[in-house]
Nanobody, 114 residues
């Protein structure tokens, strides 16, 4: 099992910044991709960004140029700059291994006021 614990969410004004962290523990061997997803009220969960063990990154078009994903050993970060009210959501950390369903964190709330 893998446990994922997110932190760093909060309330920020539009144009501000936040940094999310996700610490992985447990049976972390075999994790090949970690990432962030988000879910706004009344909407489906959506992809935000991922990073592979080889440090390849991928971003949703809506966050390109504003968000940066990075990874340090067992922790993945999401630096969010130039935040917009439409970025308001619960942000979930995700870890993937081959052949089994992904692991999810409990989520952290990000609220951007206009």
């Amino acid at each position: 099992q893998v446990q994922l614990v997110e932190s760093g969410g909060g309330l920020v004004q539009a144009g501000g910044s936040l940094r999310l962290s996700c610490a992985a523990s447990g049976t972390i061997s075999g994790i090949n991709v970690m990432g962030w997803y988000r879910q706004a009220p009344g909407k489906q969960r959506e992809f935000v960004a991922t990073i592979t063990t080889g440090a390849s990154t991928n971003y949703a078009d809506s966050v390109k140029g504003r968000f940066t994903i990075s990874r340090d050993k067992n922790t993945v970060y999401l630096q969010m700059n130039s935040l917009k009210p439409e970025d308001t959501a619960v942000y979930y950390c995700n870890a993937k291994k081959r052949w089994i369903p992904p692991y999810w964190g409990q989520g952290t709330q990000v609220t951007v006021s206009s």
